[in-house]
Nanobody, 125 residues
Framework: QVQLVESGGGLVQAGGSVRLSCAAS????????MAWFRQAPGKEREFAAA????????DYVDSVKGRFTISRDNAKNTVYLQMNSLKPEDTAVYYC??????????????????WGQGTQVTVSS
């Protein structure tokens, strides 16, 4: 099992940047595919970005492509989400997710077995 703890959220102005971190417990972080999902007020949770075990493959929802970058540091058991050019519509609770039962990344929630508690990102206009 792995425990995930997100950090780095907060209030930022439109056009600004925020970097989220997700720290994972355990010694096998490099065996996990990692993803970020987000849930805006009144909306369902949606996929934002994902990264493969070696970081060789990444995937982004179209609405964040070119603005968000997912990365990982396996030595630090941490995955990051660098968010630039933020828009008010990026306001959401951001969740980190992980799975080590799969062979590739996907955008669906039930693909992932472990979830963090979430961190709030609020973008003011």
């Amino acid at each position: 099992q792995v425990q995930l703890v997100e950090s780095g959220g907060g209030l930022v102005q439109a056009g600004g940047s925020v970097r989220l971190s997700c720290a994972a417990s355990g010694r096998t972080f490099s065996s996990y595919f990692m993803a970020w999902f987000r849930q805006a007020p009144g909306k369902e949770r949606e996929f934002a970005a994902a990264i493969s075990r070696s970081a060789s493959v990444t995937d982004y929802v179209d609405s964040v492509k070119g603005r968000f970058t997912i990365s990982r540091d396996n030595a630090k058991n941490t995955v990051y989400l660098q968010m630039n050019s933020l828009k008010p519509e990026d306001t959401a609770v951001y969740y980190c997710a992980a799975t080590n039962r799969r062979d590739y990344i996907r955008r669906i929630q039930n693909w992932y077995d472990y979830w963090g508690q979430g961190t709030q990102v609020t973008v003011s206009s």
